[in-house]
């Protein structure tokens, strides 16, 4: 099998079906086999698994997948791309692509459909433009998903990362502490991809707690008030935090809260832990009208 993980594939391929790269559709694509063999390693994907790729763009990640997995299925929304799929991934009889937007499928649904049901691994080089959205609906799908390894922008990658006290800290940090461990599995360089993206990327694990990393009586609004101090990031939480009807609480009861906690009553959101925000959002809500 020719791979298409190289620079010479990757234009021949284009070139066959006359495409180019659509920006408008976050394209890059990966020509660096090392890079290609980093990511299916890290994401430990073995015959027993069911893998959900997000965008394979004209297969070179799905070709790795589909040798080392039992079951790939491939969500891509370029439809320019379904004929091209076909033919380079013609030799897998394991791989199922589909032409849908992945913020629009139902997980679950194919979750159930292709793996019983059965937690399945997720493995992709991301579309920037849309990394939080899909990362986010990931989590919250309530899919069972293992573990998600994909490819993101360096920043990005840094920003899951991260802890209180950090200037890339921020929800999504938090959004991803509250539901998986992450860790950074090596950073790539533009040179890697075909066309050149104009910012460093990385690979980045996030392997899922069987339960939340804390515990909290409404997640809902521990995230209304997570997104509300980093939207706000200059102001104290109690200005913010008050300033937002959604939450229903005064700038008295949020720094009553605080006094609670033994935290100043001038502290902003980001030298609050997850474990923080989680007892904020118990009192607050006890106190909220
Ligand atoms: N996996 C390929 C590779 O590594 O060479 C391509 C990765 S490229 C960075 C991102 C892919 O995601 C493209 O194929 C793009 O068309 C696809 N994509 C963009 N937005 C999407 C969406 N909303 N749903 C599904 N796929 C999408």
New binding site residues.
């Given amino acids: 099998m020719a791979y298409l993980g190289n620079p010479a594939r990757t234009k021949e391929v284009l070139a066959k079906f006359g495409m180019s790269a ?1 920006k408008k ?6 020509i660096d086999s090392g890079v290609l063999d980093g990511i299916v390693s890290a994401a430990g994907v073995t015959k027993d698994d069911c893998v959900l ?6 297969g ?3 070709q790795y997948l589909a040798e080392s997995a039992g079951k790939v299925v491939a ?4 439809k320019t ?1 379904i004929p091209v799929l076909a033919d380079t991934l013609s030799e897998y009889d394991n791989v199922t692509v589909i032409n ?4 629009k499928v139902d997980i679950e649904a194919i979750v159930k459909e292709y793996n019983g049901g059965n937690p399945i691994k997720v493995v ?4 920037y433009y ?1 990394t939080t959205p899909i990362i986010m609906k990931l989590f919250e799908s309530g899919a069972p998903i293992e573990s998600i390894t994909v490819m993101v922008q360096k920043e990005v990658a840094d920003r899951m990362a991260m802890g209180p006290g950090n200037k890339d800290y921020g929800s999504l940090s938090l959004a991803v502490g509250y539901y998986a461990k992450a860790s950074e599995v090596m950073d790539v360089p533009p040179s890697s991809f075909i066309p050149q993206p104009g910012v460093g990327s990385a690979v980045v694990k996030l392997t899922r707690y069987s339960e939340p990393a804390v515990c909290v009586q409404d997640e809902k609004y521990m995230f209304e008030i997570i997104r509300t101090s980093f939207n706000q990031r200059r102001k104290t939480l109690s200005n913010s935090l008050a300033n937002n009807p959604a939450l229903r609480v005064s700038r008295d009861q949020v720094q009553a809260a605080l006094a609670e906690m033994g935290i100043d009553e001038k502290a902003r959101g980001e030298i609050l832990s997850l474990e923080q925000f989680a007892r904020l959002s118990d009192i607050l809500q006890r106190s909220s009208a």
């Fill in positions: 659509k559709f976050g394209q890059n694509f990966l790729e997000i965008g394979p763009g004209i070179s990640l799905t969500v891509e929304i370029d791309l849908e937007d992945v913020l992709a080089n991301l579309p849309i």
